[in-house]
């Protein structure tokens, strides 16, 4: 089945860029994303690429995709002490589109 | 546009109880999905309801049930509790537009002692 990894936790400065790094094993994967959750809240959607695409910018925000690796990853320029938070990588299929398969979230510490 | 609620927020329920959980999706979403989040088992798909019809399920038994209203609204149950069915339930609405994204609302924390 399908299978996504990530790293546990990351400690940035503020001010420094922080890059989140995702695994992913299902070759059909169509979309990838990446949310964000903070303590007690639901998830936000940060920003998503389509399978075809190797490269997304939004504002602070890159996504790099090699699919080639199954590899995905998310820089935030700039880091800021409100960007601390657990970060998910997702994932959907071709024929399950609402399902999304996550990772196991990436606890990013911004440090002063 | 008003996000995805869910309500209740919090919920303490004893052992062998059985739960509701409400969602109201994005105005114009026809998909809603649910999760659970725990920290053991991480985020994990349950079901998605498209038109009132059940489209995707997730690996959960039979207890966990749901369904959906001609207004997109969805509603979960959990039926005979048990301690690990506490967790964050997590509900998400799909557009089913041109994009495949998913926003989800602030949760139901479900806690069964």
């Known amino acids: 089945g399908e299978d996504v990894e990530q790293s546990l936790f990351l400690s940035v400065r503020e001010g420094d860029s922080s890059v989140i790094n995702c695994t992913y094993t299902?070759?059909?994967?169509?979309?990838l994303y990446w949310y964000k959750q903070e303590p007690g809240a639901g998830l936000q959607l940060l920003t998503y690429?389509?399978?075809?695409?190797d490269m997304k910018q939004d504002q602070r925000l890159t996504v790099l995709l090699n699919k080639k690796d199954k590899h995905l990853s998310l820089r935030i320029a700039d880091t800021q002490t409100g960007d601390s938070a657990i970060y998910f990588c997702?994932?959907?299929?071709?024929?399950?589109?609402?399902?999304?398969?996550f990772g196991t979230g990436t606890r990013l510490q911004v440090t002063l | 546009k008003a996000g995805v609620t869910q309500t209740p927020r919090y919920l303490i329920k004893t052992r062998g109880q059985q739960v509701t959980l409400s969602c109201s999706p994005i105005?114009?979403?026809?998909?809603v999905s649910w999760y659970q989040q725990t920290p053991g088992q991480g985020l994990q798909f349950l079901f998605e309801?498209?038109?009132?019809?059940?489209?995707n399920k997730g690996n959960f038994p039979g207890r966990f049930s749901g369904r959906q209203f001609s207004n997109s609204r969805s509603e979960m149950n959990v039926s005979t509790l048990e301690l690990g069915d506490s967790a964050l339930y997590l509900c998400?609405?799909?557009?089913?537009?041109?994009?495949?994204?998913?926003?989800f609302g602030p949760g139901t924390r479900l806690l069964v002692l």
């Open positions: 105005s114009g979403h026809r998909s």
């Open positions: 690429i389509f399978s075809n695409m």
């Open positions: 997702a994932e959907t299929s071709t024929g399950t589109a609402s399902k999304l398969t």
């Open positions: 299902d070759s059909s994967s169509t979309y």
């Open positions: 998400a609405s799909n557009d089913r537009g041109t994009q495949e994204t998913q926003y």
């Open positions: 309801y498209f038109s009132e019809t059940q489209r």
